[in-house]
């Protein structure tokens, strides 16, 4: 059974489509990638999980059990994070705080959240500032404790809407790295949302093609690469 199961997903602002019928899975322990264009849709699926969004119609499960009969609220509780495309820490807190509040749904004292948010730290090559402000530390380290953050909630499916944003090429590779570790370390399934193609293609092993709100392609990398509708939807069609 598939960890997460979204079935025909519809989702309508004031008459426009944001989403039309979208289906897809992702399997215990897998990366899968959504892509497309700006406006195709994937930020909108992220919210759906994350119940921040509800869908005009379709269903999602998550772990056999119906997703959209519980509040966001309720979504860290059960084994969900997410990070999200603009940052969303708080800039007057200390790193190692910022990673706490990641555990906020899970019961436990202080002390222990805090000595499980500096192994977090440590594991990300973040615990030499563990005690500065999360104001004015750089972009690509924000990121991080972003992601340092979520892990803190302990979830079995990860959602990363945009990590790589931002960020140099030597980071990005860093980057792809960290996610394919700690999706083996801490045993997550990830579902990713991405525009940077060399990152997606690296370390996916599904990828869901979103054109419009519809599904135009979901595969492999290698199967993706070859789709004539998504060479034509991005590369264009030959002369």
Do not use: W
């Not at 994070?81 to 555990?103: H, I, K």
């Amino acid at each position: 059974m598939a960890l997460l199961a979204v079935d025909s997903m519809r989702v309508e602002f004031g008459g426009i489509v944001a989403l039309a019928d979208l289906s897809f899975t992702i399997d215990e322990g897998q990366i899968c990638a959504l892509i497309g264009p700006n406006g195709a849709g994937k930020t909108t699926m992220f919210n759906c999980v994350s119940r921040l969004y509800q869908p005009s119609s379709g269903t999602i499960r998550y772990d056999g059990r119906d997703l959209l009969a519980l509040p966001a609220h309720g979504i860290a509780r059960i084994g969900i994070a997410r990070t999200f495309q603009n940052l969303a820490l708080f800039p007057a807190l200390s790193v190692v705080q910022n990673v706490m509040v990641g555990a906020h749904s899970r019961r436990g004292s202080s002390r222990d959240r805090r000595v499980e948010a500096l192994a977090l730290l440590e594991r990300l090559d973040l615990a030499h500032l563990a005690h500065e402000p999360a104001f004015g530390l750089p972009y690509g380290t924000l990121k991080r404790i972003e992601i340092a953050r979520a892990l803190a909630a302990q979830p079995r499916l990860l959602l990363l809407d945009e990590p790589a944003a931002g960020l140099t090429h030597s980071e990005v590779d860093e980057l792809a790295r960290l996610v394919r570790s700690i999706r083996d370390e801490f045993e997550l399934s990830v579902l990713l949302v991405e525009h940077h193609m060399a990152m997606v293609m690296s370390i996916s092993e599904k990828i869901v093609v979103l054109d419009f709100g519809t599904a135009i392609a979901v595969g492999t990398p290698d199967e993706i690469r070859t789709n004539p509708l998504v060479i034509e939807a991005y590369l264009g069609s030959p002369a």
